[in-house]
Every structure is written in structure tokens, then in C-alpha cells.
């Protein structure tokens, strides 16, 4: 499975950024598929994924601000992300998880810069 991350970039705090990532490849018992963030020096933390139940979990500290959004058919997932603070800087990375959590791939990752 190989996936492809895209939207990244430079905005300023309050503006707005859309993220894609697809999947592609043998895909096999879908379990789960999102975003996590990373930025230097600190781990790698969930952002938002959502669940072949239909369920989506978001962190805390993006709930009311992004939205995950999925084309199940399609394999591709997009990340929404409105009122952009300083903090939500990182490199955002694209994750899917198949067969209850058997396989784990991750893709290259997108840096978002929020700065005025």
C-alpha cells in the first residue's frame, strides 16, 4: 500500500488549509485511515482518523477546527483544517491501518506552516 499526502503549505493564523492523501495498492480489511502530526523534537501525534465502523476520532485540540472526510470507494481521504493556529504547525503525515491493525503504513508526510 502506498500513500500519496498533497495540500500542505504556508497560511496565516485563521486561514485555511485542505489536505489530501491516497491510497493505493492492495488494500486489504480497511480498519482505520488518517492524519497524524509531527513537529521537531516531539512524537508523532494523532490528528484525526476515521474507522471502517464509520467513526472518526479527533485530538483535542483540533476538534470544532478540522475535518476528516472520506471517499471509501475511492480510497482517498481529505483533512479540512480551518482557524489555523501558530500550533497546528508540523508535518502532517497520512496514516491507513488494515487487517485490525496487522499493517501499518504511513505516507511522506506534508509540512503546514501557520505564520503571519
Known amino acids: 500500500v502506498q500513500l500519496q499526502a498533497s495540500g500542505g503549505g504556508l497560511v496565516q493564523p485563521g486561514g485555511s488549509l485542505k489536505l489530501s492523501c491516497t491510497a493505493s495498492?492492495?488494500?486489504?480489511?480497511?480498519?482505520?485511515m488518517g492524519w497524524y502530526r509531527q513537529v521537531p523534537g516531539k512524537e508523532r501525534e494523532l490528528v484525526a482518523t476515521t474507522t471502517s465502523g464509520g467513526g472518526t476520532v479527533y485530538a483535542d485540540s483540533v476538534k470544532g477546527r478540522f475535518t476528516l472526510s472520506r471517499d471509501g470507494a475511492k480510497n482517498i481521504i481529505w483533512l479540512q483544517m480551518d482557524g489555523l493556529k501558530v500550533d497546528d504547525t508540523a508535518v502532517y503525515y497520512c496514516?491507513?491501518?488494515?487487517?485490525?491493525?496487522?499493517?501499518?503504513?504511513w505516507g511522506q508526510g506534508t509540512l503546514v506552516t501557520v505564520s503571519s
Open positions: 496514516n491507513m491501518i488494515t487487517s485490525g491493525g496487522n499493517y501499518n503504513y
Open positions: 495498492g492492495s488494500i486489504y480489511s480497511f480498519t482505520a
